[in-house]
Protein backbone atom coordinates (compact mmCIF):
# COMPACT_ATOMS: atom_id res chain seq x y z
CA UNK A 1 0.00 0.00 0.00
CA UNK A 2 1.65 3.31 -1.17
CA UNK A 3 1.03 6.77 0.92
CA UNK A 4 -1.83 7.88 -1.29
CA UNK A 5 -3.63 4.47 -0.28
CA UNK A 6 -3.24 4.72 3.58
CA UNK A 7 -4.44 8.48 3.36
CA UNK A 8 -7.36 7.67 1.85
CA UNK A 9 -7.80 4.42 4.12
CA UNK A 10 -7.20 6.44 7.16
CA UNK A 11 -9.09 9.19 5.85
CA UNK A 12 -12.05 7.22 4.87
CA UNK A 13 -11.81 5.35 7.88
CA UNK A 14 -12.61 8.58 10.09
CA UNK A 15 -15.30 9.45 7.71
CA UNK A 16 -17.11 5.64 8.37
CA UNK A 17 -17.04 6.50 12.78
CA UNK A 18 -18.77 9.78 11.71
CA UNK A 19 -21.63 8.09 9.98
CA UNK A 20 -21.53 5.21 12.33
CA UNK A 21 -21.15 7.16 15.80
CA UNK A 22 -22.53 10.42 14.88
CA UNK A 23 -25.94 10.36 13.40
CA UNK A 24 -27.88 11.29 16.50
CA UNK A 25 -25.91 14.02 16.94
CA UNK A 26 -25.91 15.45 13.78
CA UNK A 27 -30.03 15.19 13.42
CA UNK A 28 -30.21 16.68 16.58
CA UNK A 29 -27.88 19.61 15.55
CA UNK A 30 -30.09 19.43 12.17
CA UNK A 31 -33.19 19.92 13.93
CA UNK A 32 -32.61 23.34 16.50
CA UNK A 33 -30.49 25.22 13.06
CA UNK A 34 -33.71 24.41 10.77
CA UNK A 35 -36.04 26.01 14.08
CA UNK A 36 -33.54 28.90 13.87
CA UNK A 37 -33.93 29.63 10.12
CA UNK A 38 -37.69 29.32 10.34
CA UNK A 39 -36.93 32.38 12.98
CA UNK A 40 -34.97 33.92 10.38
CA UNK A 41 -31.67 33.43 12.61
CA UNK A 42 -28.19 33.35 11.57
CA UNK A 43 -26.20 30.97 12.23
CA UNK A 44 -23.05 31.71 13.43
CA UNK A 45 -20.09 29.76 12.91
CA UNK A 46 -16.39 29.91 14.51
CA UNK A 47 -13.53 28.02 13.58
CA UNK A 48 -11.83 29.14 16.64
CA UNK A 49 -7.72 28.69 16.24
CA UNK A 50 -5.71 27.57 13.48
CA UNK A 51 -6.65 26.23 10.49
CA UNK A 52 -10.23 25.20 12.66
CA UNK A 53 -11.14 28.74 10.62
CA UNK A 54 -11.53 26.67 7.13
CA UNK A 55 -14.45 25.09 9.02
CA UNK A 56 -16.02 28.02 8.99
CA UNK A 57 -14.65 28.89 5.37
CA UNK A 58 -16.14 25.62 3.85
CA UNK A 59 -19.94 26.65 4.96
CA UNK A 60 -19.59 30.50 3.94
CA UNK A 61 -20.76 32.14 0.69
CA UNK A 62 -20.29 28.57 -0.71
CA UNK A 63 -22.04 27.29 -4.08
CA UNK A 64 -24.49 24.61 -2.09
CA UNK A 65 -24.09 26.30 1.34
CA UNK A 66 -26.64 28.00 3.43
CA UNK A 67 -27.12 32.27 2.52
CA UNK A 68 -28.08 32.54 6.86
CA UNK A 69 -24.55 31.63 7.93
CA UNK A 70 -22.87 34.39 9.62
CA UNK A 71 -18.98 33.57 10.55
CA UNK A 72 -17.05 34.95 12.82
CA UNK A 73 -13.27 35.94 11.07
CA UNK A 74 -11.40 38.05 14.01
CA UNK A 75 -8.21 39.15 13.50
CA UNK A 76 -5.68 36.75 14.82
CA UNK A 77 -7.14 33.56 15.21
CA UNK A 78 -7.00 32.16 11.45
CA UNK A 79 -4.10 30.60 10.28
CA UNK A 80 -3.67 33.26 7.60
CA UNK A 81 -3.08 36.03 10.30
CA UNK A 82 -2.56 34.54 13.33
CA UNK A 83 0.22 35.05 16.16
CA UNK A 84 0.46 31.05 17.71
CA UNK A 85 -0.63 32.60 21.19
CA UNK A 86 -3.81 34.50 19.83
CA UNK A 87 -6.15 32.00 20.14
CA UNK A 88 -4.47 31.52 23.96
CA UNK A 89 -5.73 34.93 25.25
CA UNK A 90 -8.07 34.72 28.12
CA UNK A 91 -11.26 37.21 27.15
CA UNK A 92 -10.81 38.09 23.77
CA UNK A 93 -13.52 35.57 22.92
CA UNK A 94 -15.95 38.03 24.43
CA UNK A 95 -14.79 40.54 22.49
CA UNK A 96 -15.19 38.86 19.38
CA UNK A 97 -19.04 37.62 20.06
CA UNK A 98 -19.94 41.10 21.08
CA UNK A 99 -18.81 42.30 17.60
CA UNK A 100 -20.71 39.86 15.58
CA UNK A 101 -23.84 40.03 18.04
CA UNK A 102 -24.22 36.25 19.16
CA UNK A 103 -26.98 36.41 21.15
CA UNK A 104 -29.77 34.67 23.63
CA UNK A 105 -31.39 32.60 21.80
CA UNK A 106 -29.26 32.08 18.84
CA UNK A 107 -26.83 29.56 17.38
CA UNK A 108 -23.09 29.29 17.58
CA UNK A 109 -21.36 25.95 16.01
CA UNK A 110 -17.48 26.16 17.42
CA UNK A 111 -15.56 24.46 15.16
CA UNK A 112 -11.45 23.27 16.71
CA UNK A 113 -10.37 19.65 16.74
CA UNK A 114 -8.69 19.77 20.04
CA UNK A 115 -10.67 21.74 21.94
CA UNK A 116 -8.58 23.26 24.55
CA UNK A 117 -7.25 26.80 23.83
CA UNK A 118 -8.60 29.76 25.17
CA UNK A 119 -10.51 31.35 22.67
CA UNK A 120 -12.07 28.08 22.13
CA UNK A 121 -12.88 27.30 25.78
CA UNK A 122 -13.96 31.16 26.45
CA UNK A 123 -16.47 31.02 23.55
CA UNK A 124 -18.30 28.16 24.52
CA UNK A 125 -18.65 29.70 27.76
CA UNK A 126 -19.30 32.77 26.84
CA UNK A 127 -22.24 32.07 24.72
CA UNK A 128 -23.93 29.64 26.96
CA UNK A 129 -23.43 32.80 29.07
CA UNK A 130 -25.72 34.67 26.32
CA UNK A 131 -28.37 32.27 25.73
CA UNK A 132 -26.60 30.65 23.13
CA UNK A 133 -27.09 26.78 21.92
CA UNK A 134 -23.67 25.53 21.80
CA UNK A 135 -23.27 23.03 18.73
CA UNK A 136 -19.58 22.09 19.13
CA UNK A 137 -17.56 20.16 16.32
CA UNK A 138 -14.17 18.74 17.72
CA UNK A 139 -12.01 15.75 18.73
CA UNK A 140 -12.79 14.21 21.94
CA UNK A 141 -10.53 11.49 22.03
CA UNK A 142 -7.46 14.76 21.07
CA UNK A 143 -9.03 16.91 23.84
CA UNK A 144 -9.37 14.28 26.58
CA UNK A 145 -5.45 12.77 25.80
CA UNK A 146 -3.57 16.37 25.85
CA UNK A 147 -2.08 16.67 29.44
CA UNK A 148 -3.36 19.40 31.59
CA UNK A 149 -0.33 21.10 32.51
CA UNK A 150 0.56 22.38 28.07
CA UNK A 151 0.98 26.23 27.28
CA UNK A 152 -2.12 25.47 25.11
CA UNK A 153 -4.75 24.55 27.77
CA UNK A 154 -7.60 26.97 28.96
CA UNK A 155 -6.59 27.56 32.36
CA UNK A 156 -9.99 25.79 33.60
CA UNK A 157 -8.63 22.54 32.03
CA UNK A 158 -11.85 22.46 30.35
CA UNK A 159 -12.56 20.47 26.90
CA UNK A 160 -14.99 22.16 24.32
CA UNK A 161 -16.39 18.19 24.11
CA UNK A 162 -17.88 18.61 27.50
CA UNK A 163 -19.47 22.35 27.06
CA UNK A 164 -21.14 21.75 23.59
CA UNK A 165 -25.41 21.67 24.12
CA UNK A 166 -24.75 19.25 20.98
CA UNK A 167 -21.48 17.71 20.61
CA UNK A 168 -20.38 16.23 17.16
CA UNK A 169 -17.11 14.20 17.43
CA UNK A 170 -14.93 14.31 14.48
CA UNK A 171 -12.80 11.23 15.80
CA UNK A 172 -9.43 12.82 14.53
CA UNK A 173 -6.28 11.41 16.75
CA UNK A 174 -4.43 13.38 18.65
CA UNK A 175 -1.76 14.48 16.52
CA UNK A 176 -3.68 15.17 14.16
CA UNK A 177 -1.57 13.96 11.86
CA UNK A 178 -2.11 10.41 10.64
CA UNK A 179 0.55 8.79 8.40
CA UNK A 180 3.50 7.47 9.45
CA UNK A 181 6.65 7.41 7.62
CA UNK A 182 10.03 5.45 8.48
CA UNK A 183 12.43 7.01 9.30
CA UNK A 184 10.42 9.95 10.61
CA UNK A 185 9.65 10.91 14.30
CA UNK A 186 6.82 12.71 13.56
CA UNK A 187 3.28 11.69 11.80
CA UNK A 188 2.61 13.70 8.32
CA UNK A 189 -0.83 14.54 6.30
CA UNK A 190 -3.04 16.32 8.78
CA UNK A 191 -6.76 14.82 8.87
CA UNK A 192 -8.72 17.65 11.08
CA UNK A 193 -9.65 19.75 8.35
CA UNK A 194 -11.31 16.60 6.02
CA UNK A 195 -13.38 15.57 8.85
CA UNK A 196 -14.72 19.08 10.18
CA UNK A 197 -15.72 19.82 6.30
CA UNK A 198 -17.28 16.67 6.24
CA UNK A 199 -19.69 17.07 9.09
CA UNK A 200 -19.97 20.30 8.39
CA UNK A 201 -21.30 19.75 4.83
CA UNK A 202 -23.76 16.61 5.94
CA UNK A 203 -24.90 18.43 8.60
CA UNK A 204 -25.78 21.44 6.26
CA UNK A 205 -27.35 19.12 3.22
CA UNK A 206 -29.75 17.74 6.07
CA UNK A 207 -30.95 20.95 7.40
CA UNK A 208 -31.89 21.57 3.57
CA UNK A 209 -33.09 18.54 3.21
CA UNK A 210 -35.48 19.62 6.56
CA UNK A 211 -36.72 22.67 5.03
CA UNK A 212 -37.49 21.56 2.06
CA UNK A 213 -39.95 18.50 3.64
CA UNK A 214 -41.19 21.40 5.70
CA UNK A 215 -42.27 23.06 2.10
CA UNK A 216 -39.71 25.97 2.81
CA UNK A 217 -37.34 26.43 0.18
CA UNK A 218 -33.98 26.59 1.48
CA UNK A 219 -31.97 29.85 1.41
CA UNK A 220 -28.92 27.70 -0.77
CA UNK A 221 -26.10 29.81 -2.68
CA UNK A 222 -25.85 29.22 -6.61
CA UNK A 223 -22.39 28.99 -8.30
CA UNK A 224 -21.77 32.45 -9.60
CA UNK A 225 -19.41 30.67 -12.29
CA UNK A 226 -22.77 28.97 -14.04
CA UNK A 227 -25.49 30.40 -15.84
CA UNK A 228 -27.85 32.48 -13.88
CA UNK A 229 -25.65 32.14 -10.10
CA UNK A 230 -25.84 36.34 -10.43
CA UNK A 231 -29.18 36.36 -10.60
CA UNK A 232 -30.18 33.35 -8.26
CA UNK A 233 -28.13 35.02 -5.65
CA UNK A 234 -28.94 38.19 -5.84
CA UNK A 235 -31.91 38.50 -3.47
CA UNK A 236 -30.05 36.44 -0.94
CA UNK A 237 -27.07 39.49 -1.27
CA UNK A 238 -30.08 41.78 -0.40
CA UNK A 239 -31.34 40.16 2.46
CA UNK A 240 -28.43 39.23 4.46
CA UNK A 241 -26.31 42.11 3.82
CA UNK A 242 -26.13 43.88 7.02
CA UNK A 243 -26.54 41.14 8.85
CA UNK A 244 -23.74 38.69 8.01
CA UNK A 245 -20.85 41.16 8.45
CA UNK A 246 -18.70 39.78 6.11
CA UNK A 247 -20.96 39.56 2.86
CA UNK A 248 -20.14 42.58 1.05
Request: net charge negative; aromatic share 6%.
Amino acid sequence: MNLAQEYYQIVSGIFEKILQKEVVNIEEAAEVITQKIREDRLIHVFGTGGHSVMGAMEVFYRAGGLACINPLFPPGVSVIDSHPNTERIIGYAEKILDFYGVKEGDILIIVNVNGINAVTIDSALEGKKRGATIIAVTSSNFSKNVPPDIPARHPSNKNLCDLGDIVIDTHVPVGDAVLQIEGLELKVASSSTLANCFVLNILMARVAEKLSEQGIKPPVWKSLNIPGGDEENRAYLEKYKGRVFHLY
